[in-house]
């Protein structure tokens, strides 16, 4: 897991969810997550989710079968308002979210057939670390079903540059080949990678529209002008590095072996 526990703060929270809808904090919504998922059997499946948020990514893997989920992440705070939003949806029973620290995983071994992650793992340094981990607490014949943001080859231009410090989040970016080698070298098979740039580049410049446009009286109300003003600022940065080809989302497949 990640070292940055508490960079999303309250108005960062505030925007992502008026974006991407209640309980969301990364592109999509619940169609990125079936998205995601689609292909993998999670009926009746014990899922991990790592990196869950608020836990709307979460409510939609029970929707898709799965018969319990837990998730897991960093941030206090996060974790109060994603159990606090869990109690309100009388799911407690099929989905729970816990506050854990970084570093291995709290969980037995061979834990969860599923593990799950959606833009989070790109705040993990050491991705080795990860994967072993996952594979781990992942049963014999377990799943990766996961999204993640990537980079392209070579050192980040200023652009890149500019957007994280809007970002203001702390990012550990590899390229999707190295993804793929280091599932590889953590011993999982079936792999498949898939860069969705193209569709999230379109998507985004959406997003920015409507942040100009149908949001913007709601996100001043929200935000306060200064705050208002860096995130539109920074969705343009976004757009910009999506543009150049730099900032390269994905979706990653992989299986642990069954012997």
């Not at 790109?122 to 991705?127: E, F, G, S, V, Y």
Request: some cysteine; overall charge negative.
């Amino acid at each position: 897991m990640t070292d940055a526990m508490e960079e999303y703060d309250g108005r960062m929270l505030t925007l992502l969810q008026m974006i991407w809808g209640e309980g969301y904090l990364s592109p999509g919504g619940p169609q990125a997550v079936r998205d995601i998922a689609h292909g993998v059997d999670l009926g009746q499946k014990h899922v991990l989710d790592i990196g869950c948020g608020l836990g709307g990514l979460d409510q939609v893997l029970l929707t898709l079968g799965a018969r319990h989920v837990t998730g897991i992440d960093v941030s206090p705070a996060i974790v109060e308002r994603g159990q606090e939003r869990i109690r309100r949806s009388g799911l407690g029973n099929r989905l729970e979210i816990k506050l854990v620290a970084p570093g291995p995983l709290p969980f037995a071994d061979a834990s969860f057939d599923v593990v799950f992650g959606k833009d989070a793992w790109l705040h993990i340094p050491d991705k080795a670390a990860h994967f072993a981990e996952v594979r781990r607490v992942l049963k014999p014949g377990g799943r990766i079903a996961a999204g993640d943001w990537m980079k392209a080859p070579g050192p980040y231009s200023r652009d890149m540059a500019y957007f994280f410090e809007m970002e203001g989040l702390t990012y550990h970016l590899v390229t999707l080949a190295d993804y793929g080698t280091l599932l590889h070298e953590a011993g999982f098979t079936d792999i498949r990678l898939e860069d969705i740039t193209e569709r999230y580049r379109a998507e985004a410049h959406d997003e920015l529209a409507r942040m100009q446009g149908e949001l913007a009286k709601m996100m001043l109300a929200e935000l306060g002008p200064e705050a208002n003003a860096h995130f539109i600022e920074d969705w343009r940065a976004l757009t910009v590095v999506l543009d150049k080809g730099e900032l390269r989302p994905a979706r990653i497949w992989a299986t642990k072996p069954a012997a």
